[in-house]
């Protein structure tokens, strides 16, 4: 199965220039997507990610890819789905390796007359918040299968529903006057 999303959907979540050539965003979106999110997943059970990559087009696969929203108890909950999550680290693999040439002779950086290289320590500031944005993306998908295992019984994977992020309560009643609240 090839990639699940394209440069088209990094662009969604973040500008990105139009002259990265094909081969490198397209590297970057494979290696994020069979390192960073699989590790992310944290599925050991079983191959989850692969079992989404053979069955996109299913409907509640797709809703795991696009997001959506969910019934829970007496709530409804919204999530941003696994592309998006998925947009962000190959995001963090282009900030990390986009300048990069590896040549005949050596590693070079590459550089214009037109633009301002980043210095390191803000690079990798930009990669690790890119991460964490799609490590919270993926643990909203986490919460969904730990919540319906009925609805995705491939999952095979952590039972206990993941803490410490928010989430998204789309609330039918208007409590306190307010539509969202978060978990």
């Given at each position: 199965?090839?990639?699940?999303?394209?440069?088209?959907?990094?662009?969604?979540?973040?500008?990105?220039?139009?002259?990265?050539?094909a081969?490198?965003?397209?590297?970057?979106?494979?290696?994020?997507?069979?390192t960073?999110?699989?590790?992310?997943?944290?599925?050991?059970?079983?191959?989850?990610?692969?079992?989404?990559?053979?069955?996109?087009?299913?409907?509640?696969?797709?809703?795991?890819?696009?997001?959506?929203?969910?019934?829970?108890?007496?709530?409804?909950?919204?999530f941003?789905?696994?592309?998006?999550?998925?947009?962000y680290?190959?995001?963090a693999?282009?900030?990390?390796?986009?300048?990069?040439?590896?040549t005949?002779?050596?590693?070079?950086?590459?550089?214009?007359?037109?633009?301002?290289?980043?210095?390191?320590?803000?690079?990798?500031?930009?990669?690790?918040?890119?991460?964490?944005?799609?490590?919270?993306?993926?643990?909203?998908?986490?919460?969904?299968?730990?919540?319906?295992?009925?609805?995705?019984?491939?999952?095979?994977g952590?039972?206990?529903?993941?803490?410490?992020?928010?989430?998204?309560?789309?609330?039918?009643?208007?409590?306190?006057?307010?539509?969202?609240?978060?978990?």
């Open positions: 199965m090839g990639n699940l999303i394209t440069i088209a959907d990094i662009r969604l979540v973040r500008p990105v220039a139009d002259n990265i050539p081969d490198k965003y397209e590297f970057a979106i494979h290696e994020a997507q069979k960073d999110l699989k590790k992310a997943l944290n599925n050991d059970c079983k191959d989850f990610l692969h079992f989404i990559e053979q069955n996109v087009g299913v409907t509640r696969i797709d809703l795991l890819l696009n997001g959506g929203t969910y019934e829970f108890g007496d709530d409804t909950f919204s941003e789905g696994l592309k998006v999550a998925l947009a680290y190959a995001y693999r282009l900030i990390s390796n986009t300048d990069i040439t590896v005949g002779n050596n590693v070079v950086k590459k550089t214009n007359e037109w633009s301002e290289l980043l210095d390191e320590p803000r690079m990798e500031k930009q990669n690790n918040i890119a991460k964490g944005i799609a490590y919270g993306y993926v643990q909203e998908v986490i919460l969904l299968l730990c919540r319906k295992p009925a609805d995705y019984p491939e999952w095979g952590q039972s206990d529903a993941p803490t410490g992020f928010g989430m998204t309560v789309v609330d039918k009643h208007q409590r306190n006057g307010r539509r969202n609240r978060y978990l």
